[in-house]
């Protein structure tokens, strides 16, 4: 096959939710059509258990499933599918927010119940933003839910989308008939059966022959005649490039659990899904099909096992070949390094490859070189953006509780912060520490994990910090800043880059502050060039 040929056969993407939605079901039975795994039950959830958010015990499950699950590759006709997980948990939605940097699009499961919930709107801003297509799947079909339509004026009010059904429900819950395919015109219809794979699929070409009364009985046949008629009134047709631009959203309807619906929407995926996008970096616009190599790291994995310190920095091939031996350029150190062992992943297990292509993620075996964002090339010194740090909303000193022990613990913050799994912030004024994270579980896992992989033991106080803004002066020089940095000072820190930070204790005050030194630039995330 061609390296072109390879690059049009990738869809990466992930899948997105609030938890509870069905992202694992769903998951599970995408895995299923691809043959990947025999049996439903192999996909572990990622998720954090109800009641559990102080068991160290879960906290580590929850980290080797993690590490599982990154990944899940699979074929299905011929494309290679990589999915990309997402921990749906808000206390790890930073680490969803930069795998959502490694993806070229995603599909969104809501509860047809539930509707729209936080999570997946605040997912969804993301990928908003980043003009990420999204398919959405309307999910657990086979119990009372929302109206159909209310729930698409729901999607299109909360999460500010644009939509057009492929499919649609013929009743719901216990008069849950079976889905209508706009996409591929036929009817599906539900049996209620959640052991057979795959369900009948019946032709229907016409809405108007009395085949559809036959099938699903009068009254939900003329039901959907109508319903499908005003679909079409309301709704504008399927275009590729709207949905390829993020600005018109396909959504379908189903059941994870009963495995309905699901075909549908793996089919529709594989024909409309983007292949390997291009990407920005600091220098220019970088195409997947250009023959040298770069790719950035936009996860790390660390210290499974305590007592080798090796980490798993997981790499998102943006253009070229990927080769095993290779010395590839580690911009950010201007260091060659070469990898004898990089990791494919597929459903299960991982696997060292010799050659991966665009679209693909590589697990690289790594002592502490990289942190997340950083850039490899064959030798061209770019930088990828987009891996923000976002900004964190607890804060908390960090003290040292055992003064043996002050390398280990520097050294284990310092791992910890490249990992992603926080921020660590030093005071101007007294050199203090502090950390900030974007879910309070996140202190846990640190203190956690720097007493059993570093030996080092430390306690937290707490900082009455609101919300943490990356600051950018007009001009370095002017009065105005000079008086910014000497009247705050109390409330300013670097961050790990060195940049400036605002620690605004309360929102009233970073509003008068912003008002205050109109000059002065306050960004939330930490990516603002
Ligand atoms: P996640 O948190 O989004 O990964 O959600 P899960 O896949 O773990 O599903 C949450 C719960 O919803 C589980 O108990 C599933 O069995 C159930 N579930 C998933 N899909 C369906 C469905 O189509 N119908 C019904 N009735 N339940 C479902």
């Known amino acids: 096959m061609s390296f072109l040929e390879e690059i049009n056969r990738r869809r990466t993407f992930g899948i997105i939710s609030h938890p509870d939605a069905g992202k694992t079901t769903l998951t599970e039975k995408l895995l299923l059509f691809g043959g990947a795994i025999q049996e439903a039950g192999a996909v572990k959830s990622n998720k954090i258990k109800k009641g559990a958010t102080s068991d160290f015990m879960e906290i580590e499950r929850q980290r080797g499933i993690s590490v599982a699950t ?65 398919i959405v799947f309307i999910n657990k079909l086979d119990r009372e839910g929302k109206d159909a339509f ?10 500010g989308l644009k939509v057009t059904p492929l499919s649609f429900p013929i009743g719901m819950g216990y008069e849950f008939k079976g889905i209508y395919n706009i996409w591929e015109k036929n009817v599906n219809l539900f049996s209620g059966d959640s052991r057979k794979d795959i369900e009948e ?36 047709d399927f275009d590729k490039d709207a949905y390829k631009n993020g600005e018109l959203q396909p959504v379908f309807f ?12 793996l089919d529709c995926f594989i024909e409309i899904a983007p292949t390997p996008r291009s990407k920005q970096s600091d220098t220019r616009l970088v195409d997947p099909d250009e023959k040298k190599f770069t790719g950035f790291v936009f ?46 992943f597929f459903a299960e297990k991982k696997e060292i490859v010799d050659i991966s292509y665009p679209g693909d993620i590589v697990g690289l075996q ?18 990828y953006k987009g891996v923000p740090s976002f900004s964190p909303e607890h804060f908390r000193y960090i003290n040292n509780a055992d003064p043996l022990k002050s390398k ?18 030093t005071l101007e004024l007294n050199g203090r520490k502090v950390i900030g994270t974007v879910g309070a579980l996140q202190y846990e896992v640190i203190q956690y994990r720097l007493e059993h992989e570093y030996g080092a033991k430390c306690t937290y106080e707490n900082l009455n910090v609101a919300k943490a803004c990356w600051v950018e002066p ?56």
Request: charged share 30%.
């Open 201 to 236: 699929t019946i032709e229907i070409s016409d809405l108007a022959s009395d085949e559809l009364d036959k099938l699903v009985g009068e009254d939900a046949a003329n039901t959907l005649r109508e319903e499908i008629e005003l679909v079409q009134g309301i709704y504008p």
């Open 474 to 529: 007009e001009d370095e020089k002017n009065d105005e800043f000079k008086e910014f940095k000497q009247v705050k000072q109390r409330f300013l820190a670097k961050d790990k880059q060195d940049q400036l930070v605002f620690l605004a204790d309360s929102m009233f005050s970073l509003q008068m502050t912003q008002q205050k030194y109109p000059s002065i630039k306050f960004h939330f995330t930490s990516e603002y060039n």
């Open 70 to 134: 990154s990944v899940l590759a699979f074929e299905y006709n011929g494309i290679k599918i990589n999915i990309l997980d997402t921990p749906g948990h808000k206390d790890f939605a930073e680490d969803t927010f930069r795998t959502l940097t490694a993806v070229d699009s995603v599909i969104v499961v809501i509860d047809v119940a539930k509707g729209v919930e936080e999570q997946t709107e605040k997912l969804v801003e993301v990928c908003r933003m980043r003009n990420i297509p999204m």
């Open 299 to 344: 996860k790390i994995h660390a210290n499974m096992d305590p007592n080798h310190r090796n980490r798993l920095a997981f790499v998102k091939i943006v253009s070229g070949e990927f080769k095993r031996n290779t010395p590839y350029l580690h911009v950010r150190n201007n260091k060659k390094l070469k990898f004898s062992s990089p990791n494919a």
């Open 150 to 159: 209310d729930l698409l004026d729901e999607v299109e009010q909360k999460l």
């Open 408 to 425: 280990q613990l520097a050294k284990g913050i310092d791992q910890l912060m490249d990992e992603g799994v926080a921020q660590l912030f």
């Open 366 to 383: 790594d002592t502490g070189s990289f942190k997340i964002g950083d850039t490899l090339t064959e030798g061209e010194v770019l930088n």
């Open 254 to 265: 189903g059941s994870a659990l009963n495995n309905f619906g699901v075909r549908e929407l």
